[in-house]
C-alpha cells in the first residue's frame, strides 16, 4: 500500500490538464472568452502556439493546446497543453484570426482576450517513457528530458557524485529571508541527501523540441522518469484493492479533493504515556469513512472562495498552488466542507477527532506513523529534518504517505477536526463520533506544524484554538461519509 501511494503521487500532480475539462465541454470547435464579456466560438487559425517563458521559447502545435489564459501587467500569461503541461509566460503573437461557421472570418487582438478553451482534438499520446517532471516557483509544471548523467551535491561532511538513473527527485527551498538555497536528493533506493549542488541551472528538453535552461533558484522539483512511475501505479492500483479511492465532480466539471476510502474498525485512541488530554487511551469502533490523500490546498480552496466571493486567505508569501491552505479558521473549513457538498451533492465535512487519529496512526501503535523516533525527511516540523523547517509549509505530498496512503498527517500545518475541545478521553464516544456543545469555546487542532517541535507531530497529540481564529500554522483536510 505504502509503495503503491508513493509511486501514485506524480500521476496526481503532472497528469491532470487544467483546461481539458473546459475544452471538452466544446468539443470540435474553440471557445473565446473576451474581457468584455463577448464568446466567440469557431477555430484559431493558427499552426503553432510561440510562447516566451522565463526559460526560454515553446512552440506548440495547435492541436495540443488545451487552454491559453492571458494575464495583465501584473500576471503573465499561463498556456496548457492537453499532454498535461502548463506554463506561465506571455505568448508572442499579437493578434489570432478565428474562423467561423457562417459568420465572417474575425480578427481579435490578444490584449482583448481573458481566456481561450480549444476544441478537443483526438491525438495520439506520445511516448513518455523517457520523460521526467519539472517544476518551478512560478506555477510551470511540464514534462521534459533532464539533460544531466549525474549530480554533485555536497552536505556537512562529503561530497556526493549521484547518477541520474539513481535519482527519484530533488527538491528545492529558499528560506524565508532568500540568502540560502537548501537542495534535497532521494534516491531510488530511500536515501536522501541535502546539501548544495555545484550547478547554477539545468537543461530541459521539452516534449516540443526546445532546451529551456532553468536556474536553481526558479526550480521547486524534478521528478525523474515519471512515467514509468506512473505505468507501475496504474499497475499497483488494479491489484492493491485497499487502495481504493474517490474523486467526486462537482457541478461545474471540476474535481473534489481525492480521498482515500478507510475500513474503519477497531483500534486504541491516545497515548498513556503521553499529555493528559490524551489519556486514558480507550478503544473506539470506526464505521467506514474516506478521507482526504492530502491537506486541502490553495489550489482547491481558491476555488471556492472565488465562486462564493469570499476573500482569498494569505499564504504569507509562500505561494498558493499545492500548498496547503493557511490562515483559515474552523468555520472557515467547514463553510468549505458545506459548499463542496453542494457542489458535488455528497457528504463532506471536518473528520471527527477519533477519525483523524485512526487515519493519523495508519495500523500503528508507536508515536508517528513510521516509528518511535523523529528520522530524517519524514515530516515539516522544527527539527524533522526537512528543507523547509522551522520556516514555511511545504507543498502537499512531499513527505512519504503513511500505511494508508495519506500525506503530511504528521507536520507541515495542523488541520482542524469536528470536535468541541475537551481535555480527557474518559468520557469519549466508543464510536468515535465528534463531542460537540453549544457554544463551544475552541475546537481540537491535529497533527502538528512547520513551526513546532516533533512531539507535536505525534498520532496522539492534540492541540486546541479559538474557531475564529486564522493561523499560518494551521489548515483541514475533509471526509467523504460512504
Not at 523540441?209 to 536553481?216: A, F, R, V
Request: hydrophobic share 40%; with cysteine; proline share 4%.
Amino acid at each position: 500500500m505504502q509503495l503503491g501511494r508513493l509511486l501514485m503521487l506524480p500521476l496526481i500532480l503532472y497528469l491532470t490538464a487544467p483546461g481539458a475539462a473546459s475544452a471538452a465541454k466544446n468539443p470540435g470547435f474553440d471557445l473565446v472568452t473576451m474581457n468584455n464579456g463577448d464568446i466567440h466560438q469557431g477555430t484559431i487559425d493558427q499552426e503553432r502556439f510561440d510562447f516566451e517563458t522565463s526559460f526560454g521559447m515553446v512552440s506548440i502545435p495547435y492541436g495540443l493546446m488545451a487552454e491559453l489564459k492571458i494575464g495583465n501587467t501584473q500576471q503573465a500569461d499561463r498556456l496548457v497543453t492537453r499532454l498535461g503541461d502548463t506554463f506561465r509566460g506571455r505568448v508572442m503573437d499579437q493578434q489570432f484570426t478565428m474562423l467561423r461557421v457562417l459568420e465572417a472570418t474575425l480578427a481579435v487582438s490578444v490584449s482583448d482576450i481573458a481566456d481561450i478553451a480549444f476544441a478537443d482534438h483526438s491525438i495520439r499520446q506520445r511516448d513518455r517513457q523517457a520523460a521526467d517532471a519539472v517544476e518551478s516557483r512560478g506555477g510551470d509544471r511540464f514534462f521534459a528530458r533532464v539533460i544531466a548523467d549525474e549530480i554533485i551535491i555536497n552536505d556537512a561532511s562529503e561530497t556526493h557524485i549521484i547518477k541520474r538513473q539513481d535519482i527519484d527527485t530533488i527538491d528545492f527551498a529558499v528560506l524565508m529571508d532568500g540568502d540560502e538555497q537548501l537542495t534535497q536528493v532521494s534516491l531510488k533506493q530511500g536515501r536522501i541527501h541535502q546539501g548544495d549542488i555545484t550547478l547554477t541551472s539545468f537543461q530541459a528538453e521539452t516534449l516540443y523540441g526546445q532546451t529551456l535552461e532553468i536556474p536553481l533558484a526558479s526550480l521547486s522539483t524534478l521528478v525523474f522518469n515519471i512515467s514509468q512511475k506512473n505505468a507501475t501505479a496504474d499497475l499497483l492500483k488494479q491489484q492493491l484493492l485497499s487502495a481504493s479511492t474517490l474523486k467526486d465532480r462537482l457541478v461545474d466539471g471540476s474535481f473534489a479533493p481525492e480521498v482515500v476510502v478507510l475500513e474503519g474498525g477497531r483500534f486504541m485512541r491516545g497515548d498513556a504515556q503521553g499529555d493528559d488530554d490524551e489519556k486514558p487511551p480507550v478503544e473506539v469502533t470506526l464505521g467506514p469513512f474516506a478521507i482526504g490523500i492530502t491537506e486541502v490546498t490553495f489550489e482547491q480552496y481558491d476555488r471556492f472562495c472565488d465562486d462564493t466571493r469570499r476573500d482569498r486567505p494569505d499564504e504569507a508569501d509562500w505561494g498558493r498552488g499545492r500548498h496547503p491552505v493557511i490562515n483559515v479558521s474552523w468555520e472557515d473549513a467547514v463553510a468549505y466542507t458545506e459548499w463542496l457538498s453542494r457542489k458535488t451533492r455528497r457528504t463532506y465535512r471536518l473528520p471527527t477527532d477519533a477519525e483523524w487519529e485512526y487515519a493519523a496512526r495508519a495500523g500503528t501503535v508507536s508515536r508517528f506513523w513510521w516509528g518511535d523516533g523523529v528520522d530524517v525527511a519524514r515530516a515539516n516540523c522544527e527539527g524533522c529534518g526537512s528543507l523547509w523547517d522551522g520556516d514555511r509549509t511545504a507543498r502537499v505530498g512531499k513527505f512519504p504517505p503513511n500505511p494508508f496512503g495519506l500525506y503530511d498527517t504528521a507536520g507541515n500545518v495542523f488541520e482542524w477536526v469536528a470536535d468541541c475541545y475537551h481535555s480527557s478521553f474518559a468520557d469519549a464516544p466508543a464510536d468515535g463520533t465528534a463531542v460537540d456543545k453549544p457554544g463551544c469555546g475552541k475546537r481540537v487542532i491535529r497533527g502538528g506544524a512547520w513551526s513546532f517541535l516533533p512531539e507535536e507531530s505525534r498520532s496522539a497529540n492534540r492541540w486546541r484554538d479559538f474557531p475564529t481564529r486564522h493561523s499560518d500554522d494551521t489548515g483541514f483536510r475533509i471526509v467523504r461519509e460512504l
